[in-house]
């Protein structure tokens, strides 16, 4: 191999970065789950309470925004369609902001009508700050964005549930505290432990560690490099909204395996379902654009014009 062929294999290699950085959190936590999670175990730690309560915002207010941008669709056109565009837009945003309202209160005790509170003033920023930035879109676009952030979320819950279902790997809090229990690493999925444990008073929710689906939801902010498909100019600082979600689905990560609630192999699993369903949806919305544009900068790479 020469020099130019190692550097185009080199340069291919760093374009996958996020992947990479995940397949090493997957080995890492394949040799040392258990002693990592015991040395990070915390549950009264209030950054992981913080992000137990918070780091799921994300899905729910995507959920808003796609209803926001189907609402500003609708404006666009007339009769039948327009009015099954409102129509699906207002069910999407009473849904999002039922789920911003009631995520909090699952994990933190706050007063009476708090919880509410925030979910409703974080569902309408949303719903300002995309009604403002798809303004002058077109309604093809504002259609193919909403597509893509409803996929890159139903799709998240799907795979990540049914792997729960069919892993039923103990939570790390729950082999720490019965001895019945014990590690058991991600590659063995043994449902028949649960079935075991379930009529000894042992809730279902226990046996849902892999993957975890609050780093899937928080992944979901990944869909801000989005947004110039909305408002081209933002274009040259899609790789930075990128890393923005990256960011915080990294921190909500850490905070579950700090809560004794996953292991880190269940964070990077959970991690990759969410990259790997955004690249997927942006490689199926916008064909002609490469995933790698998400994180990476590229001159002149606009989703529009090359899909048209």
Request: aromatic letters at 10%.
């Amino acid at each position: 191999m020469n020099r130019r062929q190692t550097y185009s294999l080199f340069h291919k290699l760093a374009g996958l970065w996020p992947f990479l950085f995940l397949f090493i959190m997957m080995i890492l936590g394949s040799l040392w789950d258990f002693p990592i999670s015991c040395r990070l175990y915390d549950q009264s730690n209030p950054f992981g309470l913080f992000f137990a309560a918070f780091g799921e915002y994300p899905a729910a207010l995507g959920v808003c925004a796609a209803g926001s941008l189907l609402l500003t669709a609708a404006r666009r056109t007339h009769g039948i369609r327009s009015g099954l565009l409102i129509m699906a837009g207002i069910w999407l945003i009473l849904l999002g902001v039922s789920l911003a309202s009631s995520l909090p209160g699952r994990y933190l005790p706050l007063p009476d009508g708090l919880s509410p509170l925030i979910g409703i003033t974080a569902s309408l920023l949303t719903i300002y700050i995309i009604s403002r930035l798809s303004r002058s879109a077109d309604q093809k676009t504002i259609l193919r964005v909403s597509a893509a952030i409803l996929m890159v979320i139903a799709l998240d819950y799907l795979l990540v549930n049914l792997l729960k279902l069919l892993w039923a790997r103990p939570r790390m809090r729950l082999a720490a505290a019965d001895s019945r229990v014990g590690f058991i690493p991600w590659w063995r999925p043994d449902p028949s432990l649960r079935s075991m444990l379930l009529p000894t008073g042992i809730g279902a929710d226990e046996f849902k560690s892999f993957p975890s689906g609050h780093t899937a939801n928080a992944s979901a902010l990944m869909l801000l490099c989005l947004l110039p498909e909305l408002r081209p100019r933002l274009s040259p600082r899609r790789p930075l909204l990128f890393t923005v979600g990256l960011v915080w689905t990294a921190l909500v990560a850490l905070s579950r395996i700090i809560m004794g609630a996953h292991y880190l192999t269940d964070t990077a699993a959970g991690f990759a379902i969410g990259l790997s369903v955004l690249v997927l949806s942006v490689r199926l919305i916008f064909p002609k654009c490469p995933p790698t544009s998400l994180w990476t900068p590229l001159p002149k790479c606009d989703m529009l014009k090359k899909t048209n």
